[in-house]
């Protein structure tokens, strides 16, 4: 069965700091993989995805995340975080083809100090 | 184009009662998944249906059941409710594209059994 790791389960930064959150999966074909951030009492949204292509993936909110297929990983990252960044954070993976579900990692809550 | 409507919002059940979600997708979208989401596990998948089929079926015991509608609407419904069905359920609309599928949230459900 796929599982998605991530690392991190409470990340504290100030304002301005480098956003780095931590995801691996574990299939080991062909995989979809996607972010999600759930804001305080809001829903779940979507951060970026990567289907195939370039490893380097550019989201909204100037977040990008980079696909290594060699590690397993797909980590997030922002180079300089505001407070409105607070949020949880979700990390996901899809096998590719068919009807496959979609695998979540447990979260990681980021909380940014003004 | 309007998002994925939940309904209720909230929903207050003792145990041993029996609910029933709703969930209406965007426009357009003609598969729907259900997750729970609680704070200990995170989102576990329940079950995802297409053309009023279910395609996937996460590790749930058989009391909790999910139907689709040919208007795509789904409905899940939870049987002899028990403490720890307590949680948000999310209903997720399934864009399918040629290079792979984006998943768009609605608000939830958030049940409490007492």
């Known amino acids: 069965a796929q599982s998605v790791s991530q690392h991190n389960h409470h990340v504290i930064l100030s304002e301005a700091a480098s956003l780095e959150l931590g995801c691996n999966y574990s299939y080991g074909g062909t995989v979809n993989l996607f972010w999600y951030v759930q804001y305080p009492g809001q829903h779940l949204q979507l951060l970026l995805k990567?289907?195939?292509?370039?490893?380097l993936v550019k989201g909204i909110k100037g977040f990008e995340a980079e696909f290594i297929k060699s590690k397993f990983s797909f980590n997030l990252r922002k180079p300089s975080v505001q407070w409105s960044d607070t949020a949880e954070y979700f990390c996901?993976?899809?096998?590719?083809?068919?009807?496959?579900?979609?695998?979540f990692g447990t979260g990681t809550k980021l909380q940014v100090i003004p | 184009k309007a998002g994925v409507t939940q309904t209720p919002r909230y929903l207050i059940k003792t145990r041993g009662q029996q609910v029933t979600l709703s969930c209406s997708p965007i426009s357009g979208h003609r598969s729907v998944s259900w997750y729970q989401q609680t704070p200990g596990q995170g989102l576990q998948f329940l079950f995802e249906?297409?053309?009023?089929?279910?395609?996937n079926k996460g590790n749930f015991p058989g009391r909790f059941s999910g139907r689709q509608f040919s208007n795509s609407r789904s409905e899940m419904n939870v049987s002899t409710l028990e403490l720890g069905d307590s949680a948000l359920y999310l209903c997720a609309s399934t864009l399918r594209g040629d290079r792979g599928d984006e998943q768009y949230f609605g608000p939830g459900t958030r049940l409490t059994v007492t």
């Open positions: 249906y297409f053309s009023e089929t279910q395609r």
């Open positions: 996901a993976s899809r096998s590719s083809g068919g009807y496959q579900k979609v695998t």
């Open positions: 990567y289907f195939s292509g370039d490893p």
